[in-house]
Each structure stands twice: as C-alpha cells, then as structure tokens.
Nanobody, 119 residues
C-alpha cells in the first residue's frame, strides 16, 4: 500500500514562511510526477505546484515567486517551501503523486495538512 504523509502545516502570520514535507512510502524513482494541491473551505481543490521526475516544475499563478517545490530522492520526499504567505493561502494542503508499476500508472493522495495564515 502506497502512502504519502504530509507534515509541516500550522498557523503562521501573514508574511511568514512554512515548509511542507511529503514522505512517500515507495521509491521516488517510481514516481513520475508529484504535486501539492490545496482546498480552502467552500472552494474546489486546486493545483499549487508540481514537479516531474525530470525536475520540471509548474506553479499556480497565485503562488509564483513565493512557493518553491523540490524533491530529495534519497529521502523519498518532496517539499513545498512557502514564503510571503497570505491569508488567502489558508487551506488544507494535499500531496499527490503518479507512480508507475510496470506499464500501469496509479494516482495517490495524502490525507492533507492544514495551513492557516492569519492577517
């Protein structure tokens, strides 16, 4: 059973920083793509940032220049460094990945970690 475990969420004041971590229970080399999504109350889940196995990254326009996604292959972990946080960044943040087993690809989700930014 593949597990993604997020950590690093919490309460921070506007302008502050947090670093989220997502530890995968499988070799990161099976993972073709990882991403961070978020869902605020009453809103749809949205992609925040993604990183491919080739280290190509993409970001939502709302976080460009403030958030950075990275990966540590030795630790099977992906990070989301969040700087200059705003109250509108408040949401549950979910880790997501696509992993390849043979010719099939499966999608997995973590349980989420709460990020709250106070004004």
């Amino acid at each position: 059973q593949v597990q993604l475990v997020e950590s690093g969420g919490g309460l921070v004041q506007a302008g502050g920083s947090l670093r989220l971590s997502c530890a995968a229970s499988l070799s990161i080399f099976r993972i073709t793509r990882m991403g961070w999504y978020r869902q605020a109350p009453g809103k749809q889940r949205e992609l925040v940032a993604g990183i491919t196995s080739g280290d190509n990254t993409n970001y939502a326009d709302s976080v460009k220049g403030r958030f950075t996604i990275s990966r540590d292959n030795a630790k099977n972990t992906v990070y989301l460094q969040m700087n200059s946080l705003k109250p509108e960044d408040t949401a549950v943040y979910y880790c997501n990945c696509d992993a390849a087993f043979g010719t099939k690809t499966y999608e997995y989700w973590g349980r989420g970690t709460q990020v709250t930014v106070s004004s």
